[in-house]
């Protein structure tokens, strides 16, 4: 089965520094990754996805993420964090047509 | 385009007791999901829906929950009896495959805001 692990519950970070989120996944075969967001009593926002091609996939609000074979990781990372990136991230792959979620890491951006 | 639109938004009921979560999917999605997500932790996919027909329903406690997706649009979620532990957000989320599974609109999910659960 497919999985993906998310290894820090919270990340903090100061306004204006570089931000990353680890992901690493298992699976066998080829891996379909991607990101969400999720800000509070919202549902969950596409941010970027990894299928094929080059491993640094760019997406949404400035945030990219790198996928790294050998390491089986796909960490997410912004190169200036803003006070409004504060939310709970989401790493999931693909299993047979539906998604397969991480359990979350806390952003928090302090000014 | 209009996004996933989901009722209500919260909703407290005594354990034991019956709900129901009602779920419009964007217009045109083929695939809906129902997801699980309990405080703390990531979401887990309950039943997965290809129009009408479910594809997975793995994951679904088939003693007390329920779904249906009738006409392969809207779909409903219910719970009869709940427990405390079915204390959580329930998402709805539709995606449409475009270009095949490396398309890129393939395995895209867009969510709706979700309904949260409070079983006491």
């Known amino acids: 089965a497919q999985s993906v692990a998310q290894p820090e519950d919270q990340v903090n970070v100061a306004e204006g520094n570089p931000l990353t989120v680890k992901c690493t996944y298992s699976?066998?075969?080829?891996?379909?990754l991607f990101w969400y967001v999720q800000y509070p009593n919202r549902g969950l926002q596409f941010l970027l996805k990894?299928?094929?091609?080059?491993?640094l996939v760019k997406g949404s609000y400035g945030f990219e993420a790198e996928f790294n074979k050998s390491q089986t990781s796909f960490h997410l990372k912004k190169p200036s964090a803003l006070v409004s990136d504060s939310a709970l991230y989401f790493c999931?792959?693909?299993?047979?047509?539906?998604?397969?979620f991480g359990q979350g890491t806390e952003l928090s951006v302090k000014p | 385009e209009a996004g996933v639109a989901q009722s209500p938004r919260y909703k407290i009921i005594e354990k034991r007791q019956s709900v129901a979560f009602w779920c419009n999917p964007i217009?045109?999605?083929?695939?809906l999901y129902w997801y699980q997500q309990i405080l703390g932790q990531g979401p887990k996919l309950l039943i997965q829906?290809?129009?009408?027909?479910?594809?997975?329903d793995s994951q679904l406690p088939k003693d007390r929950f329920s779904a249906e997706r009738l006409k392969g649009v809207d779909s409903t979620l219910k719970i009869q009896p709940a427990k405390l532990e079915d204390s959580a957000v329930y998402l709805c989320?539709?995606?449409?495959?475009?270009?095949?599974?490396?398309?890129?609109?393939?395995?895209?999910?867009?969510f709706g805001a979700g309904s949260r659960l409070t079983v006491l």
């Open positions: 989320a539709s995606s449409q495959i475009r270009g095949g599974p490396g398309g890129p609109g393939a395995n895209v999910l867009t």
């Open positions: 699976v066998s075969g080829n891996p379909y």
């Open positions: 990894y299928i094929t091609g080059d491993n």
């Open positions: 999931a792959v693909r299993e047979v047509g539906k998604l397969i």
């Open positions: 217009s045109g999605h083929a695939t």
């Open positions: 829906f290809q129009n009408n027909g479910v594809v997975d």
